[in-house]
C-alpha cells in the first residue's frame, strides 16, 4: 500500500465531506489562562517541609488528634491534618520532589495498572507524570515507598525558563502511555510494558519511546490529549484542524494514524469521547438501525460545553453547544458512569466571581439535542475562591484538583446534580494557607487505581501519593 497516497486520499476526503479548506489542518497555538500570565509565584509553606517529607515519611494519616484543628474546618472544609497538611479523610502517603522526577514545573498525571501483574495482591502501579522537561514513571505499588523507573524527555522545541514547557498531557490506552505537549514534536508513545523489568529500581535513565507520532507537522503542539478505550481512538485538541479533535486511531500503537476531524466549534481545551450509554435513544443505540450506540465527544472550549457526534470520523456533526451564566474559560469535565450529567469547570470565572467562591458546574444531559439554557446548568460554589483546574468522577464521587486549595472529594446524587448540590467527603491542601485565584499547587488528580491510593500532581512541588478513607464506604 502507498502510505503516502492513502493520508492524501484521506486529507481530501476530510475536505470533500466537511468542506474545510487546507488551512484547516493547520495548528493554532495552545490557549490557556496560564499562557498569558504569569504563575501566582506566592510562597508555598508547604515546601518548607519538602526535604524532610521526601525522606521521610512513611504514611500520615489524616487525623483529628493534632490540637489545632480538633474536628473543625479552617474554613476551607479541612477538618485534620497529616503531618503538615491540612485534610479530611485524605492522608499523605509519600511526596516525590520535582527534582527527583527529573526537573522543571509539574504538569498532568495518569496512571497505569499492570493488567498481567504477577502477583495479584500486590498489583504493578505506575504513576506517570509530566514536568517541564519530560515525562517521569513513578511506581507506586508500594504507596509510601515510591520508585522514579525513568523519564522520557520532551520531543519537540528545547524547555526554556524554570518552568519548560507549561503543558504536558498523558493518557494511556492497552499498556501504552501517549503523550503530547504543547512545546512540539507530536505524540510520543511509550510501551509500558518495559517498566515490569524496572520494577522497584529506582533510575531517571530514558526509556524507549516506541515512536512519535507527527503525521501532518514535524514538530506538531497539541494541548491536550483524550483518548476512548473502548474505540482505541485518540483525540489531539488545541493543535492541529483549528485546534478541534484531531481523531488518531491507535488501535496500533506503533502505527497511529488519522482516520478524521472536527474542528467546525474552533479550540477544544480538553474532552471525554465515550461510547454513548446515556438516557437519549438517538444516540444509545436504542433508536439505530443497526441497533450501535454512538460514539460522542463532550468538549469543553473555552466558553461552551460542546457536544459532537464522531460515530463517523469522515464525517463528524455539531449535537449541541451548552453556554452558562459568567462563563470565564470553559476548561474541563466529566461524565457521569450512566453518561446522563456532565459536570465541569471554568479556569477564570473565580477571578471576577472570587467573592462567590470556587464554583463547579453541573447539568442533566437527557436530550443531547435539546436547546438548553443557561438556567438548566446549575452551579455548587465551594468553601474556597481558589481557581479550580480538572476533575474526574469514578462512581458517586468527584475527585477535584483545584490548584492551591488542593484535593477536594464530593459525593453526589443525581438530585443533588439538579440543583446544585453536592457533599465534601475528603481533602487534601497543598498550599496549606493559601486560597486564592492563581496558578501553583494541585494541578491534576487520578483516582482510578483499583485501591484507595489516589495521585495528584502539583505544579510547585511534585508527585503526591495520598490515600483516601471513604466515610460513606460499606464496612
Same mark, same amino acid.
Given at each position: ?78 477538618? *485534620? ?68 523507573? *525513568? ?34 514534536? *507530536? ?94 435513544? #438517538? ?62 469547570? #471554568? ?28 438556567? #438548566? ?74 485501591? #484507595? ?23
Amino acid at each position: 500500500m502507498n502510505t503516502n497516497k492513502t493520508n492524501l486520499a484521506l486529507l481530501v476526503a476530510l475536505v470533500l465531506t466537511v468542506g474545510w479548506s487546507s488551512v484547516s489542518v493547520m495548528q493554532v497555538e495552545p490557549r490557556d489562562l496560564k499562557a498569558e500570565f504569569a504563575f501566582s509565584g506566592v510562597a508555598d509553606v508547604s515546601r518548607e517541609a519538602l526535604e524532610a517529607l521526601s525522606t521521610t515519611v512513611v504514611g500520615l494519616p489524616c487525623t483529628t488528634d493534632v490540637g489545632t484543628l480538633p474536628g473543625v474546618s479552617d474554613g476551607n472544609g479541612n477538618v *485534620g491534618m497529616s503531618g503538615p497538611y491540612p485534610c479530611t479523610n485524605v492522608g499523605l502517603q509519600a511526596l516525590v520532589p520535582l527534582a527527583e522526577l527529573g526537573g522543571g514545573a509539574g504538569n498532568d498525571s495518569w496512571g497505569w495498572e499492570d493488567p498481567d501483574s504477577e502477583d495479584p495482591d500486590n498489583p504493578f502501579r505506575v504513576a506517570i507524570m509530566g514536568t517541564g522537561v519530560g515525562t517521569a514513571f513513578v511506581d507506586v505499588s508500594n504507596p509510601t515507598v515510591p520508585v522514579v523507573l *525513568g523519564t522520557v524527555a520532551q520531543a519537540g522545541s528545547a524547555t526554556t525558563g524554570a518552568t519548560g514547557a507549561v503543558w504536558r498531557d498523558i493518557k494511556v490506552n492497552d499498556n501504552h502511555a501517549f503523550i503530547v505537549t504543547e512545546r512540539g514534536g *507530536g505524540m510520543q508513545v511509550v510501551d509500558l510494558t518495559q517498566l515490569r523489568a524496572l520494577r522497584g529500581t529506582p533510575s531517571l535513565d530514558q526509556l524507549d519511546v516506541l515512536t512519535t507520532y507527527t503525521e501532518h507537522d514535524a514538530d506538531s503542539n497539541f494541548h491536550n490529549i483524550v483518548i476512548n478505550e473502548d474505540t482505541d481512538r485518540a483525540y489531539l485538541v488545541g493543535g492541529t484542524f483549528q485546534g478541534g479533535l484531531h481523531i488518531v486511531d491507535i488501535a496500533d500503537p506503533a502505527q497511529p494514524r488519522t482516520i478524521g476531524a472536527f474542528a467546525t466549534d474552533g479550540y477544544t481545551h480538553d474532552a471525554q469521547c465515550v461510547v454513548y450509554a446515556g438516557p437519549d435513544d #438517538d444516540y444509545n443505540g436504542t433508536n439505530a438501525v443497526d441497533g450501535e450506540p454512538s460514539e460522542i465527544c463532550f468538549a469543553y472550549n473555552e466558553d461552551s460545553l460542546t457536544i459532537v457526534d464522531v460515530t463517523d470520523p469522515l464525517a463528524t456533526r455539531l449535537i449541541n453547544k451548552l453556554d452558562y451564566e459568567r462563563e470565564g474559560y470553559t476548561h474541563q469535565g466529566w461524565l457521569t458512569p450512566d453518561h446522563a450529567f456532565a459536570v465541569f469547570n #471554568d479556569e477564570l470565572d473565580e477571578g471576577p466571581t472570587a467573592a462567590l467562591g470556587t464554583r463547579t458546574f453541573m447539568v442533566e444531559l437527557q436530550d443531547l439535542d435539546a436547546a438548553y439554557t443557561a438556567d #438548566d446548568v446549575k452551579i455548587y460554589t465551594h468553601d474556597t475562591v481558589s481557581t479550580d483546574h480538572n476533575l474526574y468522577i469514578r462512581g458517586d464521587l468527584i475527585f477535584e484538583a483545584n490548584y492551591n486549595a488542593g484535593l477536594k472529594i464530593f459525593r453526589y446524587t443525581a438530585e443533588g446534580l439538579r440543583n446544585g448540590e453536592l457533599d465534601l467527603v475528603g481533602s487534601f491542601d497543598v498550599d496549606p494557607g493559601l486560597d486564592v485565584p492563581a496558578y501553583g499547587g494541585a494541578w491534576n488528580v487520578f483516582p482510578y487505581f483499583d485501591d #484507595d491510593t489516589i495521585i495528584v500532581s502539583s505544579l510547585d512541588e511534585g508527585l503526591y501519593v495520598l490515600a483516601f478513607t471513604d466515610p460513606g464506604a460499606p464496612e
